[in-house]
Structure formats: C-alpha cells, structure tokens
C-alpha cells in the first residue's frame, strides 16, 4: 500500500533464516518514507524485532542471515553493510530492553553515541544540549550511574545516545516494554517531536498497538513472520479486526480470551 512522502527505507519481500534452518520472515515488505513514523506492529514472536535486526545488521551476531529480498535506505542496498557502516549513514537501532552502560554515567553513555561522529565537539556539545532538552529528566541525572536509574530513565537514555549518532532514521525496538502508561506516553509524545522538529524518520516495533497507532502514521502487523495487513494508522485504529483481534474490543464491547482465540484461527484479513 502507497505511502506519501519519498521513500527513506524499503524492504522488498525478504526471508530471514537463522541457524541455516530456521525460517523466521517470509517476504516481508514494508516502506519507510522519509519524515515517517511507521509502526510494525504484533503479538511477542511475529518478527518485529527480527525485522529491524534486518535493516541494522545485527542478526549476523545471533546466527540469522537475510536469504532472500533486499533493503535499501536513500536508494542504496544496505543489508551487506556491517552495523558501524549503517550508523554512519544515519540508520541507528534502539535496542529491546533499554540496554544502558550500567557503569557509566547518564551522561558518558549519551556521548558513546557520538563516537562515529566527524563534525567536532562543539556540534557533539549543541545535540547534548538538544537531547537534555527533549529529556530533562536525563539532565538532572546526568552524573547518577546509569545502572542505578529507573527503567524510564533508561528508556530515555537509549533514545538519547541514539540521537547523539545524528540519525536520519531510528530503529526503536519495543519502547514501551517494562513501563508505567504514563510514562509510556511521556516517551511517545518526545518521539513525535523529535519526528516533527528534528526530522527524525522512525520505524518502531511495538506490542502496544493501541498508543503506537496514535502516534504513527502508518502501520504493518505481522503475524508469523509474515505481514498479514498494513494501512494508514487512523484506517487500523477503526478496523473493527484490528480491534477485536490487536486492542481487545469489538462492536459488542470487550472480547473475551476464549472468543480471541477463536477469532484468531478465523484470520479473517487472510480470506
């Protein structure tokens, strides 16, 4: 399905097969455009994370290769570069499960991001500033070992030192995962503006279909390994499949587990 703006990423129809054996995506495509926020969406196993491992490379170090397809970023195949390659290109991934530097300050693990970098301190120094700015939470905390932080600070110190690469595209794996609702929403709305006034680009995968299709502007939900519906995030939000299936309700109100189960083996969206 066509997206507006010029596309930044595209993934045409690849396979991912780790251990030589194991089939994990079967021809997954999706777009990025640029100044998007794209939402992959799924239940915990679909190949969200797999997905974005794709794009930046990772899945080398955990034995799966991309067998089939391609990826491009800005027109350019990207899935034989090596992870350091990409980040210098301006594709930065945000890992599952806020990995932080444990024994380094909030602000020393800010400043791992920009070890790429080749425009001198001071610019290093005005996009601290910048992200202090978004996080000012991370600012107070700046000297606390990042260890010793709360699961939202530590949220915010990933995104934080993922923007201090200077991203055109972010990779973000999962950023409610762990999270008070609240705190949930403070980290989506911070996304929306880096998308908006820094021309961020995002791909996120995300459990919480419900608040990543408020905030995303289009949206593919794997099942599988495969993408079995994607559309326009307000057109997601009110099909009545995605709400009864993804966010638990239907016309009739709430469904129960037993009914989902039923529905799921229905699959409607694949007949």
Known sequence: MSQGGAPLLVINNIEVIYDHVILVLKGVSLTVPEGGIVALLGANGAGKTTTLKAVSNLLRAERG??????????????????????????????????????????????????HT????????????????????RLKERRKSQAGYTSGGEQQMTAIGRALLAAPKMILLDEPSMGLAPQLVEEIFTIVDALNKKEKVSFLLAEQNTNVALRFADYGYILENGRVVLDGEAQALRENEDVKEFYLGLSSQGRKSFRDTKHYRRRKRWLA
């Open 65 to 114: 290769e991309v067998t089939k397809g391609s990826i491009e970023y800005k027109g350019q195949r990207i899935d034989r570069l090596t992870p350091n390659d990409l980040v210098k290109l301006g594709v930065v991934q945000v890992m599952e499960g806020r990995h932080c530097f444990e024994h380094l300050t909030v602000e020393e693990n800010l400043l791992t991001g920009a």
């Open 117 to 136: 970098r080749k425009d001198g301190r001071a610019a290093v120094a005005r996009d601290l500033e910048m992200v202090y700015g978004y996080f000012p």
